[in-house]
């Protein structure tokens, strides 16, 4: 009867001990899978405390790029208006020196056609009743130029002006007086054939005295203002053609009368200052 009794608990207890045993074989794979789980959860926020300081320091890089690039927009202003205002500083100076530039181009062109206006003249004082191959009237730039052979004007080796020659030169002098503002260079020429006489050592002597002879004729006979003339003698060194000939030298034997703007007035324009 003992024996029957027995085995009841002792299959309870067996039983019992088989439930224990799952349980903990289930608490032993939840605990792993827990402390696997805990482990990622490290990793994960290990990797999320490396990423943070990597964010935290492009944050710091970019915060700088930031600065700079404002620093260089300020920059770029400062200079973009101090460019603006040099620009604007440049265009004026050329705008006054475009003036300046025009200014002594109109003077220039107002000469030129003064010029042009004083051998217009020339040619018809001396077309009235003289008509001769000796005399040739050039307008170059802002000189007006008036050659006259010497066989009009003075006998060979003398500096002494022949009375049709005055006559030449009162119609030159009455252009020069409606000029006043003009000067008058009387410039002296002669051939390379060597001259020398108790008056006149040689050529350069020679080519100065007929120079400074018709300079006093339009001063003394024609009441030219003295201040503006100009005597020069420029002797056998400018020769317009060969001296080889006889042709060639009379072509060289000349006098040229020069009709030219005041030179310190033409330079007081030029170093005027732009305003």
């Not at 040739?136 to 003075?154: C, N």
């Not at 003009?182 to 120079?211: F, H």
Request: glycine share 2%.
């Amino acid at each position: 009867m003992k024996k029957i009794l027995f085995l009841p608990i002792l299959v309870a207890l067996l039983l019992t001990s088989c439930v224990s045993q799952k349980k903990y074989a289930d608490l032993e794979t939840s605990y792993q899978a827990t402390k696997q789980e805990l482990v990622d959860a490290k990793a994960d926020l290990q990797s999320c405390l490396i990423e943070k300081t990597h964010l935290q320091d492009l944050n710091a890089s970019l915060k700088i790029d930031k600065d700079q690039q404002l620093k260089q927009v300020e920059n770029l202003t400062v200079l973009t208006q101090s460019s603006s205002e040099n620009i604007k500083e440049i265009i004026s100076q050329l705008s006054e020196k475009d003036k300046y530039i025009n200014g002594i181009r109109a003077a220039m062109s107002k000469k030129d056609s003064i010029n042009l206006a004083v051998a217009f003249q020339l040619k018809k004082e001396l077309a009235a009743g003289i008509q001769d191959e000796d005399i040739q009237i050039d307008v170059e730039k802002t000189v007006v130029y008036i050659s006259i052979a010497d066989k009009m004007l003075f006998k060979t080796g003398s500096s002494v002006v022949s009375d049709k020659a005055k006559m030449v030169l009162g119609k030159v002098a009455t252009v020069i007086s409606s000029r006043p503002s003009m000067e008058v260079q009387v410039e002296g020429y002669t051939d390379n054939v060597p001259i020398s006489t108790n008056c006149v050592k040689d050529n350069w002597d020679l080519s100065v005295d007929r120079a400074t002879s018709v300079v006093r004729v339009l001063q003394e006979d024609y009441n030219i203002d003295p201040a503006r003339l100009i005597a020069a003698g420029r002797s056998e060194y400018v020769p317009l053609e060969s001296n080889a000939t006889p042709e060639g030298r009379a072509t060289n034997r000349r006098t040229r009368i020069v009709i030219l703007p005041k030179l310190d007035e033409f330079f007081d324009i030029l170093e005027q200052k732009p305003e």
